[in-house]
């Protein structure tokens, strides 16, 4: 009796070593990138000053216009789009316009007091 338990305790041991190194893991990153950038209604926008770029106050992030398109700054990528509701395409940095790298990070702060224009006011100048 005691040579069977030594046995069905060995086996038990061998089994859970065994279990342990045949254990699989499978991980799948897949990167998505930022969320989509949504502009649901035409947009207000403001001025800044001398530069001939416009952004949108009222959302979260990033929406500039600037030499006829909408851009969005998401992460480390840039993304433009001829109409601001989309569709958007991630463009390479090298052909985002420089002006809008000398926007100041703080351009909502800086700019705050600057008025206003209703889409369709900006929309008849452009």
């Known amino acids: 009796m005691k040579k069977f338990f030594c046995c069905l305790f060995g086996f038990v041991l061998i089994f859970a070593a065994s279990a342990g190194i045949a254990k699989a893991e499978l991980n799948v990153n897949i990167n998505l990138g930022p969320p989509p950038i949504v502009v649901s209604e035409p947009p207000h926008v403001v001025m800044i000053p001398r530069t001939g770029i416009y952004y949108v106050p009222n959302v979260s992030y990033d929406v500039f216009f600037y030499?006829?398109?909408?851009?969005?700054?998401?992460?480390?990528?840039?993304?433009?789009?001829s109409?601001?509701?989309g569709p958007w395409g991630a463009v390479?940095?090298?052909y985002v316009p420089a002006h809008l790298f000398k926007v100041p990070k703080n351009y909502r702060v800086v700019y705050k007091k600057e008025?206003?224009?209703?889409?369709?006011?900006?929309k008849k100048h452009h």
């Open 67 to 81: 030499n006829g398109f909408w851009w969005s700054p998401r992460g480390d990528r840039w993304y433009r789009s």
């Open 92 to 94: 390479e940095r090298a």
């Open 115 to 122: 008025k206003f224009i209703s889409y369709g006011q900006w």
């Open 83 to 85: 109409q601001y509701k």
